[in-house]
T-cell receptor, first 114, second 115 residues
Framework: AQSVTQPDIHITVSEGASLELRCNYS??????LFWYVQSPGQGLQLLLK??????LVQGIKGFEAEFKRSQSSFNLRKPSVHWSDAAEYFC????????????FGTGTKLQVIP | NAGVTQTPKFQVLKTGQSMTLQCAQD?????MYWYRQDPGMGLRLIYY???????DKGEVPNGYNVSRLNKREFSLRLESAAPSQTSVYFC??????????????FGPGTRLTVL
């Protein structure tokens, strides 16, 4: 069965510092990969997604993610964090061509200190 | 275009009471989903509907029932609420075509407390 691991439950960074959130997946073939962000009391908003092609994908709010097949990873990055980025971030996978079930990671809560 | 809407936003139930959570989408999506979100557990799929007229169990279906009323609406019912069902419930929808459209859109959530 497919699985998604986000090893960091909570991360704290200073405003202006760079950020990397880790995501590893376990699946036989390359799945579709997503990052979502959830602000407190809100639903999930899509940041970016990877289906195929260029392994570095750009998303909204200045985020990017790099797919590394050899490491089964899809880490989310941002060069300079803003206080408004404080939220919870979820990595998700769905089998390529299998459009029914999405598996979410357990989330990483980001705290930004001034 | 409201996207995915959910009602109610908040609900408090007593053990044994029943209720129905409503979800509607106006994006003409074929697939709809119900998730629950609990601290430290991410989102877990309760039920989904691949298309109008079909429903299937997800990861944690026990204690829930669903109805795909039409293409727009997908409701989640708790017949006899239990404290273990205290959670935040999210509805989502997706175009079934796959490929670059394979993105779920989420509602704002329903915060349910069962006493």
């Amino acid at each position: 069965a497919q699985s998604v691991t986000q090893p960091d439950i909570h991360i704290t960074v200073s405003e202006g510092a760079s950020l990397e959130l880790r995501c590893n997946y376990s699946y036989g073939a390359t799945p579709y990969l997503f990052w979502y962000v959830q602000s407190p009391g809100q639903g999930l908003q899509l940041l970016l997604k990877y289906f195929s092609g260029d392994t570095l994908v750009q998303g909204i709010k200045g985020f990017e993610a790099e797919f590394k097949r050899s490491q089964s990873s899809f880490n989310l990055r941002k060069p300079s964090v803003h206080w408004s980025d404080a939220a919870e971030y979820f990595c998700a996978v769905v089998p390529s061509g299998g459009y029914q079930k999405v598996t979410f990671g357990t989330g990483t809560k980001l705290q930004v200190i001034p | 275009n409201a996207g995915v809407t959910q009602t109610p936003k908040f609900q408090v139930l007593k053990t044994g009471q029943s209720m129905t959570l409503q979800c509607a989408q106006d994006m003409n999506h074929n697939s709809m989903y119900w998730y629950r979100q609990d601290p430290g557990m991410g989102l877990r799929l309760i039920y989904y509907s691949a298309s109008e007229g079909t429903t299937d169990k997800g990861e944690v279906p026990n204690g829930y029932n669903v109805s795909r009323l039409n293409k727009r609406e997908f409701s989640l019912r708790l017949e006899s609420a239990a404290p273990s069902q205290t959670s935040v419930y999210f509805c989502a929808s997706k175009d079934v075509a796959g490929g670059s459209t394979d993105t779920q859109y989420f509602g704002p959530g329903t915060r349910l407390t069962v006493l």
